[in-house]
């Protein structure tokens, strides 16, 4: 059964923890960490990085890093074919959805999801997985690749947005961001701060708050 | 089971979740008209009421109106034990939730709920639902103008759902007072437009898109 965990920062304290116990794994789960999202990203203050690499540590996921940028359909069957979970970083929506689309990546992880191998995403790795990129990331941020097709990995039905509620993305939100998914066409937005997150199971999906432990 | 149809607009999604209950079921429904019981009406401001009455009814229901307002905890337990679906319309979350909390009505249906009364709503009622209403304050329909002990919601579900997402006639309630007053850290939130609805079996979400359906 598909089964994902689409977080705002898997860092932010008792997230990782919380995955951990609805997962249940005893051993190390192997797990491929997709960087590409920070290729284009200024790491000068890398502590959320550090903090989401360090949760995954601490609760059981084995990981390498690894990026879809220059791969192909083939490397993904042959680097990725023995793992338990994919773990997509936060970073540029943007630039991820461009290399997925140019290394055949969507069709590899839509399969992967389906035949029931844990997918779990920060930020831009949870936007990412539902059905199409929201319109305030296409084109308006510095990095932003010329896409012309926004469809994402259509994993889920809705679309995650990410950290809401916090100081850092206020600005983001409410000085535009929200404005430009004011539309009847838009899939369904489920907002979720830092200390929240989706759990997907099957086509179901509840949401954690970790400070409540529900 | 725990089971709940939280729309944003009724009388658009009502074919679709009509399907998925059972006829006897839908035979034995009670229309809480509390949340539209708040002002006097004109005739021509209420063709969305009508609409989901209309709705309702096509779609198989067959409804008693009740209001909660003025009832004890032993009326609502005596008057709405026999009925399996509980649709609360639209209206005013904010004068609902303070006659709920006169009567004890948030406990009621919460035990209902639990003990497998299916939930169907839109707009207010569907605010209700949720773990708070204050997102959805604005000027001249607020928590503020009302008598409320807090701004909990039922608590039904454990997000807020901000219906009529995208709807040209809300775009200043939403975009000027129910976002920024929205921007904390405090609940999930769902944005919900005309045509989606959200379904609940237990603590399990799914949110259903007519036009994609």
Known sequence: MRHLFLTSAIGTPKVGE??????????PLKTAFITTPIEVEDMTDDRWYRDDRTALANNGFDFFDYTVTGKSPKDFAQDLSSIDAIYISGGNTNHLLKESQQSGFIPFIQNFVSSGKLYLGTSAGSIIAGPSLPAYLRGDEDKAPSLTDFACYNLVNFTLLPHWGSN????????????????????????????????ILGDKFKIIDVRHGK | MKRLFLASQFHIVSHNIGQKLADSAKQNTVF?????????????????????RAA??????????YNISNKSE????????????????GGNPFYLMQESHKNNFCQYVNNRVKEGLIYVSESAGSVAAGIDIDG????????????????????????????????ESKKTDHLTYKIPQ???????????????????????????DVTKA
């Open chain 1, 168 to 199: 850092f993305f206020k600005s983001n939100y409410l000085g535009g961001r929200i404005s430009q998914i004011y539309s009847e066409l838009m899939p369904p937005f489920v907002i979720c701060n830092d200390h929240e997150y989706v759990e």
């Open chain 2, 32 to 52: 809480i008209t509390t949340p539209i019981k708040y002002r006097e009406f004109k005739e021509s401001e209420l063709d969305w009421h009508y609409k989901n």
């Open chain 2, 182 to 208: 929205s921007y904390n850290e405090d609940f999930p939130y769902i944005l919900l437009t005309n045509n989606q609805y959200v379904e609940v079996k237990d603590d399990w979400y799914q949110i259903v």
């Open chain 2, 56 to 65: 309702l009814k096509e779609s198989g229901f067959v409804c008693d109106d």
């Open chain 2, 136 to 167: 959805n304050s604005r000027p001249g329909k607020s928590s503020s103008d009302y008598d409320l002990l807090n701004t909990h919601g039922f608590g039904l579900v454990n997000f807020a759902i901000l219906p009529h997402w995208g709807a």
């Open chain 1, 18 to 27: 919380s995955i951990r116990s609805k997962i249940g794994h005893q051993k």
């Open chain 2, 74 to 89: 032993g009326d609502l337990k005596k008057d709405l034990a026999r009925y399996d679906i509980i649709y609360m319309e």
